[in-house]
């Protein structure tokens, strides 16, 4: 038997040039020229200018934007009956809906209730989509709409009315040629 070698389990490291010395500057300098490569390949482009109201950027497909309340085509009736699934599938709690029952000569839904309150605070909702997967009737789905800034937080609670009605059609703010 060989008794044991220390030496044999040892993996030699390798280890760059020493720091210092002449050829650490010209070291820096090229790495530091090798990271500015893609700036310096940007600043040829020249810069790139979007007028905004204008011309906006196309939303992609599955884009969650604005919350829109439904209404049945035939009837005209609302498709959502106040079953509150979406306010409990919501995680930021942003949905509020107060249900009310139907009678034959006050008949708002479908079903046997329906929300008299729907509201949703946008200042806390996260754009998440449980709300429309929750729904079982597709009374709430989230359309691309993505303008939804306003000057106070009260206007950014959407209130049953403000959700069934058509989304406002933005106005640019200069018109073509001008």
Do not use: W
């Amino acid at each position: 038997m060989s008794p044991y070698d220390p030496t044999a389990d040892v993996i030699e490291v390798r280890r760059g040039p020493n720091p210092g010395g002449p050829m650490s500057i010209y070291r820096v300098f090229g790495e530091t020229l090798r990271g500015l490569k893609t700036t310096l390949g940007r600043v040829v482009e020249g810069p790139v200018t979007m007028e905004y109201p204008e011309q906006k950027t196309p939303v992609y497909p599955r884009f969650r934007g604005r919350h829109k309340l439904h209404r049945f085509e035939d009837s005209g009736l609302e498709k959502c009956v106040g079953c509150s699934l979406c306010a409990a599938a919501c995680p930021a709690e942003c949905i509020r809906v107060v249900a009310a029952e139907n009678t034959p000569d006050h008949q708002v839904s479908a079903g046997e209730r329906y929300a008299a309150v729907y509201e949703i605070n946008m200042t806390r909702c996260i754009f998440c989509g449980y709300c429309e997967v929750a729904c079982p009737f597709d009374a709430i789905t989230m359309g691309n709409d993505y303008e939804l800034a306003d000057y106070t937080r009260t206007d950014l609670i959407f209130t049953k009315e403000m959700l069934l009605a058509d989304p406002i059609e933005k106005t640019p703010l200069r018109m073509e040629g001008e």
